[in-house]
């Protein structure tokens, strides 16, 4: 069978790309599904499990050329207490395999669209400050400190560190092979990516750099200079006989539990975290991607949640799109999404085939790979170009940045918005209109020209604004433009014209009454009913085309 049919538009050209960046992505996501896996408090094959099915099954089903699936890093403490709560992990499967359910449901709803309400300045600060931990986060590992199991992301650790106590203590207890393995590396990637050897050999320079510390660390060990790597500090897969070893747990959803309310109670945080996840870190790549490739939320999230309920039946973990293996991908030369199926078969034929080999791999080179991948993420030029847009985009990216590196994802993501939400509310409320002051013959004249919108929240700004027109000016009032005034707002243009009087002060309203009564009082005209009903069709149209 030619596997290429499930990948319509993939050409040989592309596969020669997809099968180098496949591989860094792989040994890469190899050691994230057992960190994983290991913070969940689940048994290590069921975060290789949901790291085969992320690759192998989502793919095949999504339409992301660059998103890469796998166990999720946001979800830690989420299944490590649902696990606890439920009281075993078959119980944990059957929420995971109802929170799949949901999923598909979720993407049938057309729910992808929640994903267009976050803020681009959000967004980027997201990706900046995922570089900013993955660099914090692999220094450990660069110089051969590995206490922390990697792919750990937030910043209070399960070794009782936090994110910079760590590299402290790492600076202390560090490892000179392990810093000479991933210094190593680091030169060839930016040598090989400076030369641009990747054009010319295919093969990326992560790859590269991986392979030769592997054959560097075998050749300190057989001459004995003292700067080997232990297997302590390498990947350490687990040993399988055949297939059936890695499913050997008996895991598998009980449905007895159908009757109990935490399981569904469990499974609806899951799907909500898992879905949102995937729906931000969607959107990231899309940022990311050169192309500018844009796909379908919803059918993403139906894909998501097939993945999920596989990776349930199969004893796994839940599967959300990562950021990381994503952003590795791209900058490992992946061209489609065959990419991240070739990575999920590698982690499957690596397990029963060479698992020796993978032990042989010094987790130093492929911190190597990862603070590039973070250097890249963490764009010092994206800060420059975030404050040019002003206080209201930069301000959102930087809070966003500080509470994902001091916090986790989910937080810093939450604390961003509050940033938006608060520009957004105070634009509001500062900018309902223009106020324009001009000197003339005749005197002074202050025009009021109305926002589309004037609510409420806009009372305070109106009152200052109007108690600062001059005695004695031409007050002009223009609500042409308004959709809606607020009757607050109506009250108070009308309690001036008073007190107008007494300050010599003459007052011209225009249409500003009449934006009122259109909505409230007014009968409805007839062709712009018409013209009305034509544009809501256009646009239920237009809806139902694009989602």
Known sequence: MNILQFFPNVSWNDVRHDFSSSIVVFLVALPLCIGVAFASGAPISSGLISGIVGGAVISLISKSPLSVSGPAMGLT????????????????LFALCLAGVLQIILGFLKAGILSNFFPSSVIKGMLAAIGAVLILKQIPHAIGYDMDYEGDMVFFQLDQENTFSEILTALRRFTPGAIVLSSVSLVLIVIWEKLELHKKFIIHGSLVAILV????????????????????HMIQPIQLNGITDLFQGNHFPSFSQWKNQAVYLAALKICLVMSLETLLNLDAIEKSDPQRRIVSKNRELVAQGTGNLF??????????????RSSTNLQAGAKTRFSAFLHGLL?????????????????ASLAAVLLVVGYKLTDYRILKTQYQKGMDQFIPFVATLIGIVFSDVLIGIGIGCLFSVFFIVRRNVLNPYQFNKKEMTYGVEVRIDLSEDVSFLNKSSML???????DNAHLIIDGSKSKYIDPDVLEIIEDFKIVAESRNIKVEIIDVTSAYQKINNKPPDPIAQQNYQKL????????????
């Open 311 to 324: 990776s349930a039946f199969l004893g796994g973990l839940p599967i959300t799109s990562v950021i990381i």
């Open 213 to 232: 510390s592997v054959l560097l660390n075998e050749t300190f060990k057989i001459f004995e200079l003292g700067l080997s790597v232990a297997s302590e």
């Open 77 to 92: 403490v989420i299944v490590f207490d649902s696990i606890r709560t439920l009281g075993s992990f078959n119980d944990f």
């Open 464 to 470: 200052y604004k109007l108690d600062k027109v001059p």
């Open 347 to 363: 982690i499957f034929l690596s397990l029963i085939f060479i698992p020796t080999w993978i032990a042989k791999i010094p987790l």
């Open 536 to 547: 809501f069709e256009n646009n239920r149209i237009w809806v139902k085309e694009n989602f």
